[in-house]
């Protein structure tokens, strides 16, 4: 079974920077599409980057992040990294990793372990 636990999170201005960690038990990791999502309260998950399984790295970012987040990922590690920058306050939310099938991944239906979140908040 696989489990993932995100770290990195906490408070930061507007404008700053964070870089989210997800730390996977899976032995086989390098298999999984491995994504980022976000909530909020009374929302749904929304992806906010995904990255693809193998060595290939295809990449999917949402729009409201492109050029300010960069989703990277260390097979070796079993890690799986999410560099935000040039944050804003609307990009507070509940940070969720998540790994499933092979592939790019880009629909919460699609992947089937997640860890238990960690908290973003950005102030203006």
């Known amino acids: 079974q696989v489990q993932l636990v995100e770290s990195g999170g906490g408070l930061v201005q507007a404008g700053g920077s964070l870089r989210l960690s997800c730390a996977c038990s899976g032995r086989t990791f390098s298999n999984y599409a491995m994504g980022w999502f976000r909530q909020a309260p009374g929302k749904e998950r929304e992806v906010v980057a995904a990255?693809?399984?193998?060595?290939?790295?295809?990449?999917y970012y949402a729009d409201s992040v492109k050029g300010r987040f960069t989703i990277s990922r260390d097979n070796a590690k079993n890690t799986v990294h999410l560099q935000m920058n040039s944050l804003k306050p609307e990009d507070t939310f509940a940070y969720y990793c998540a790994a499933g099938r092979y592939g790019l991944r880009t629909n919460q239906n699609e992947y089937d372990y997640w860890g238990q979140g960690t908290q973003v908040t950005v102030s203006s």
């Open positions: 990255i693809s399984s193998g060595s290939g790295f295809r990449t």
